[in-house]
């Protein structure tokens, strides 16, 4: 019996078969590739950065190896090398360079710095205990803030750095690609997977006042190549009544396959060490991070009695 291989990634929502970006690019580079596949939900240990990964056999390629899934699929899975015949042209390297960086960077601070953030806690912690979600968020959106250097003296200063980075970014791939039907040679590359899922995001997830969205949408041919490919890639897309249920406690959630039959449960096979080890530290996760909420509120309490009563001893010595 053949090998089922299984794409698992983060929980649909927002009408996308997932709405982690690296994730649906993921899932739009195998659709380009023509391999078949099934889609996996994994709940759990929603902050890794081994999510997307990829079941093929009895081995698993994780997003954080090498650069990244798609880099897994071509070397390590051995997927179709969409790139082969790009990757030492000076346009394909510079357009992976604004993609990864420009656009990366303006996604990732409108999902987690932007706005209220309510689109990012939909896509990664929504099904987590409140309490649990928003630390897990905003550990993130600090994590964010560090990595581009923002403070509260420097935050407008940044904002419109990364803003305008952004536009100059989609004026370079509006022009690049003008009436063609994919970004290199009228054929997909992971450009194109990476690119459609930035655009399907920017315009499914984001509100309607996102800086980024209205940014998107004065690029009227960005806007039609992504439309022109949603309905294709998304075609195999359950509506939200047929998504399966997840269920808490597993590490994956009920597959389904491109032909929309019914799940069947995946056959047994033995896990590679680094998998147990994975699944092992994804039970202790949820019960650690109650703990750090537990411990953080404590701390928090304790912090502000303390404020209190040094305000009261202020208060008596003045007197």
Known sequence: MAEINTLVVRKPCFGLPTGCPECLSAYIYLKFAKVPFHLDFHLNNPHTDQIPYFEFGDCVAYNNEREGIIECLKKDVGVVDLDSVFSTVPEWISTKAI??????????????????????????????????????????????KLKHGIANDNAEVKKEEIYERANSGYDALSTYLGEQNYLHENRP?????????????VLQTLPESSVLRIKFLEHANLVRYVQQFQNEILEATPSPSSVPQFHAGSSSYASRSQSGSKPKSKPKREKTQEEKTFKRKAKYF??????AVVVFLTLMTTYDDAELELDDAGLDYDE
């Open 189 to 201: 590359s992971s450009l194109d997977a990476i690119f459609l899922a930035h655009g399907l995001v």
């Open 286 to 291: 949820v019960v650690a991070q109650l703990v």
């Open 99 to 144: 993609l990864t960086t420009w656009l990366a960077d303006a996604l990732a601070y409108e999902l987690w710095l932007g706005g209220e953030g309510s689109s990012a806690y939909s896509i990664y912690y929504s099904d987590l205990p409140w309490p649990l979600g928003k630390i897990l968020y905003w550990k993130k959106a600090h994590w964010v």
